[in-house]
């Protein structure tokens, strides 16, 4: 499989590349709200990045993103963000999971009952009973995301991407 060159540098080994993307979107998603707005071009992509992990049906010029908090590694999931924001004058809340993968394809994990289950299934479980249990938090649109770096990506990948179109 051919990854793509983002990570791939002189270093021997991947370098922990998966963390480094972790720290990569973590800022980069943080940088999508207005407080960044003086660096034209960085706030302009990362809006729009942020924007479509979303998957927001509205035009990106009514969203003015007011609120972006990121989590790494919390329970074991890449990053947990939480995004407020102002479309066309009304709050929306979203709980966004990101799932990043470098050099491993998807694999099983134990859930909390020790089956042995598709890792983001598990993800998205102890996600969904975290949002549930929040009364502050209960309503808010949950979205999930699985990023990559392959420039083809594995079979795992490609097989739950098709499953969850």
């Not at 992509?45 to 049906?57: A, D, G, T, W």
Request: with cysteine; net charge positive; glycine share 2%.
């Amino acid at each position: 499989m051919k990854d793509s060159l983002l990570m791939c540098d002189s270093t021997e080994g991947d370098g922990k590349a998966e963390i480094v993307m972790d720290y990569v979107m973590s800022w980069s998603l943080r940088h999508a709200t207005k407080e960044y707005s003086e660096k034209k071009d960085l706030y302009r992509y990362c809006r729009y990045m942020l924007y479509k992990l979303l998957q927001i049906e509205a035009p990106l010029k009514n969203i003015t993103f007011t609120e972006v908090k990121v989590w790494k590694e919390w329970k074991h999931i890449d990053l947990c963000v939480e995004v407020k924001l102002i479309n066309n004058n009304e709050e929306e809340c979203y709980a966004l999971l990101i799932e990043n993968k470098y050099y491993t394809p998807l694999h099983e994990k134990r859930d909390a009952e020790g089956n042995w289950r598709n890792q983001l299934d598990v993800y998205r479980e102890i996600f969904e009973k975290y949002y549930d249990a929040v009364p502050m938090k209960k309503n808010w649109k949950r979205k999930y995301a699985l990023v990559s770096c392959f420039e083809r990506p594995s079979k795992s990948i490609r097989k739950y991407r098709e499953a969850n179109k």
